[in-house]
């Protein structure tokens, strides 16, 4: 009896209580964030194709893509900064891929004119890219959490009260916009340049970094 007495009062006790925090008042703001940088380098792909059907008249052992055929020497490009796929086969032809990473963006149009001139004319694609894009993303969420912070001491201070501690807080999401693949976007052309809550600008040649947080505060009178 004294055990199920105990049981009841704990269960009591714990009903207010968690009644007791419920009743607690907060203010919930929404805080955005937007960060934006120069790509630094870029990934280029480039992809070398040859018929199915190869002769070899000498009937002996041949190479489908020799050693030459997947040498890039250019200026003073570092072969280091080249890796390349396997052999791959479609129902019509052999086909390898080359993906370059250029870290001097200066000498970009360069190396696109020379690799035209040496051959390599196939580019599946020319990827913007940004080193730094992992230190963007938190820094976009300290700012919205700081941003979260001053609405809502504004909101408190507007009714009278404090804020208190953090209540919740939930990130509601980070998003990355590369103006150089925005044309890969299916966004009605008037939103092509301003997109979000806030209307913030996609300014041309940045990558632009978006954090959104929901916090909320307890409200001390």
Not at 16 to 36: D, R
């Given at each position: 009896?004294?055990?199920?007495l105990?049981?009841?009062?704990?269960?009591?006790?714990?009903?207010?209580?968690?009644?007791q925090?419920?009743?607690?008042p907060?203010?919930?703001?929404y805080g955005?964030?937007v960060?934006?940088?120069?790509?630094d380098?870029?990934i280029?792909?480039?992809?070398l194709?040859?018929?199915?059907?190869?002769?070899?008249?000498n009937?002996?052992?041949?190479?489908?893509?020799?050693?030459?055929?997947?040498?890039?020497?250019?200026?003073?490009?570092?072969?280091?900064?080249?890796?390349?796929?396997?052999?791959?086969?479609?129902?019509?032809?052999?086909f390898?891929?080359?993906?370059?990473?250029?870290?001097?963006?200066?000498?970009?149009?360069k190396?696109?004119?020379?690799?035209?001139?040496a051959?390599?004319?196939n580019?599946?694609?020319?990827?913007?890219?940004?080193?730094?894009?992992v230190?963007?993303?938190?820094?976009?969420?300290?700012?919205?959490?700081a941003?979260?912070?001053?609405?809502?001491?504004l909101?408190?201070?507007?009714t009278?009260?404090?804020?208190?501690k953090?209540?919740?807080i939930?990130?509601?999401?980070?998003?990355?916009y590369?103006?150089?693949?925005?044309?890969?976007?299916?966004?009605?052309?008037?939103?092509?340049?301003r997109?979000?809550?806030?209307?913030y600008?996609?300014?041309?040649?940045?990558i632009?970094?978006?954090?959104?947080?929901?916090?909320?505060?307890?409200?001390l009178?």
């Amino acid at each position: 009896m004294k055990k199920v007495l105990m049981y009841t009062l704990f269960n009591v006790i714990g009903i207010s209580s968690f009644a007791q925090l419920q009743n607690i008042p907060l203010v919930t703001v929404y805080g955005e964030s937007v960060v934006k940088v120069k790509p630094d380098f870029v990934i280029l792909e480039i992809k070398l194709t040859k018929d199915i059907f190869i002769e070899n008249q000498n009937n002996s052992i041949f190479e489908i893509f020799s050693k030459e055929d997947t040498q890039i020497n250019i200026f003073d490009f570092d072969g280091k900064q080249v890796s390349e796929t396997w052999i791959q086969v479609d129902s019509l032809r052999y086909f390898k891929e080359l993906f370059m990473t250029i870290k001097d963006l200066t000498k970009l149009d360069k190396i696109l004119l020379e690799l035209y001139k040496a051959g390599f004319k196939n580019y599946v694609f020319v990827d913007f890219r940004t080193s730094k894009k992992v230190d963007l993303i938190n820094q976009a969420r300290k700012d919205a959490i700081a941003a979260a912070t001053s609405k809502a001491k504004l909101l408190a201070n507007e009714t009278g009260q404090l804020l208190g501690k953090v209540n919740t807080i939930e990130e509601i999401g980070s998003q990355e916009y590369n103006w150089y693949n925005l044309h890969k976007i299916n966004t009605p052309d008037n939103n092509m340049y301003r997109l979000g809550s806030d209307n913030y600008i996609i300014e041309p040649g940045y990558i632009t970094i978006v954090a959104k947080v929901k916090v909320s505060f307890d409200l001390l009178k």
